[in-house]
């Protein structure tokens, strides 16, 4: 999952939002499992349920996406299924691009549609001058955020926010600031006030970051033992077929090696498999 992904839901789902008031008319709602039965795994970002009982599906969106209604649909009727009632859908587009999708569907028998919502429509004012620490940062999303000053504002905000908060919040203005070009202008202005940067300390997004560094390391260092052994196969056996390269490439991390001890004895290219 992405950095920002997280930030976000985090955002949005901590106690008194108001940017979840802003997109949905409720100040509160209770989150349900968002994983939809599928012939393909679906999993929305956040569904969320009123205390009348209506359902709210909110999807948060970086990139322009051609395909994007059409999953939409899906996501809908998904939910239809399992809950027995239809969502309402809001896209919260924060990509840096400007906003090209359709928040449509038209067919023969079938006229679709959600709600889209480009974040540098939103009050980015309001969010600032809210109490709730996300919505202070997420102001940097919005149509202020390129504003001259607006960074400085957000950190003083975190400063003089709750102390249990802070750091949590400077995480996910960081990562935001990303979205947006800003990194180094936050970490620049945060150097100016009596307050702590670093990502990595922070107890939400510090393990989810070196955890993904860690699964990228490891997905190098097997690619470069599959390089290698593709070296060794062809001085062996010629070139690699295209079947083959497919195979090792599906391998998981420990059967490169199991498959380079084969190659001491084998006899043709598919001995390398074992049975």
């Not at 928040?103 to 429509?121: N, T």
């Not at 202020?144 to 400077?170: F, H, K, M, N, W």
């Not at 991390?253 to 498999?273: M, S």
Request: net charge positive; hydrophobic share 40%.
């Amino acid at each position: 999952m992405q950095e920002y992904d997280v930030a976000l839901k985090r955002i949005l789902t901590r106690p008194g939002s108001g940017l979840l008031a802003a997109l949905t008319g409720e100040a509160q709602l209770r989150w349900l499992n968002v994983e939809m039965p599928a012939v393909r795994n679906l999993r929305m970002d956040l569904l969320g349920e009123s205390i009348d009982g209506d359902l709210s599906q909110i999807e948060l969106q970086s990139r322009n996406e051609k395909p994007f209604a059409l999953r939409m649909g899906e996501y809908l009727f998904g939910a239809g299924r399992k809950y027995g009632r239809l969502p309402r859908q809001i896209v919260l587009y924060v990509g840096e691009a400007p906003l090209r999708m359709k928040s449509s569907v038209e067919g023969p028998d079938l006229s679709y549609r959600f709600h889209m919502v480009d974040i540098r429509d939103l009050d980015g004012e309001a969010l600032l001058a809210s109490r709730n620490l996300g919505d202070n940062v997420i102001a940097i999303l919005t149509a202020i955020g390129s504003q001259p000053g607006t960074v400085r504002r957000i950190l003083e905000r975190i400063a003089r926010g709750p102390a249990a908060e802070r750091d949590e919040a400077l995480a996910e203005f960081l990562i935001l600031a990303g979205l947006r070009r800003l990194k180094d202008e936050v970490k620049k202005e945060a150097r100016r006030m009596p307050i702590h940067l670093d990502i990595m300390d922070n107890e939400l997004i510090g393990p989810l970051i070196r955890q993904k560094q860690k699964e990228a390391a490891e997905e190098a260092r097997t690619e470069g033992q599959i390089e290698f052994f593709l070296s060794l196969i062809e001085k062996r056996f010629g070139r690699v077929p295209a079947r083959i390269r497919k195979r090792l490439g599906n391998l998981n991390p420990e059967q490169p090696k199991a498959a380079g001890l084969r190659l001491l004895n084998a006899q043709r290219i598919e001995d390398l498999f074992g049975q």
